[in-house]
């Protein structure tokens, strides 16, 4: 008996720390960006502060012109190995959701620990603002992407099914 994590495993494990330290790195440019001053509020971008669409699509936090150029390119950062590979199938789509959706929360998480303006003491909801709503500890962002990703990552992993030939 081998005590190896199977092939897909070893690949999916690669995937999230490959993940974690493109979040790394990312959180790290944001604090030289940001500083002391989290959600872009110091930046000279455009902000949209109050409105519905913002409660449910973004936590309550002001939409802005940085974080709209920046959410899209990681979106497309993440999404370009299907585009280099010419490859899309839903399985790689929930992949790289998934990746996109863990890759910001760590990121975010990061941001927070490393920056020499908070650090782990102040991850509360006392000295972050701009996330409105926390759940035992963490912003709730923080663990609708953990479920949602989670979700993802185990559909992008499950088994496809062999087909009779000649069908399907």
């Not at 790290?28 to 502060?49: D, H, K, S």
């Not at 899309?88 to 975010?108: G, L, M, N, P």
């Not at 500890?137 to 062999?162: I, K």
Request: net charge neutral; aromatic share 20%.
């Amino acid at each position: 008996m081998s005590a190896e994590v199977p092939r897909n495993g070893r690949a999916l494990l690669l995937t999230l720390v490959w993940v974690a330290l493109l979040a790394l790195f990312f959180a790290e440019v944001e604090i030289q960006i940001e500083g002391a001053a989290g959600w872009a509020a110091n930046l000279p971008t455009w902000r949209i502060e109050q409105h519905w669409l913002l409660d449910i699509f973004w936590g309550g936090r002001p939409m802005t012109g940085y974080h709209a150029w920046v959410f899209s390119f990681m979106a497309l950062i993440f999404h370009f190995p299907l585009f280099f590979f010419a490859h899309w199938s839903w399985r790689a789509e929930a992949r790289v959701i998934a990746c996109i959706q863990i890759f910001w929360i760590i990121e975010d998480f990061l941001w927070f620990v490393l920056n020499p303006a908070y650090g782990w003491a102040n991850f509360n909801p006392a000295h972050v603002p701009w996330h409105k709503h926390w759940l035992a500890g963490a912003p709730t962002d923080y663990w609708t992407f953990l479920g949602t990703g989670a979700v993802l990552l185990a559909l992008s992993c499950w088994p496809v099914r062999a087909t009779k030939a000649g069908r399907g």
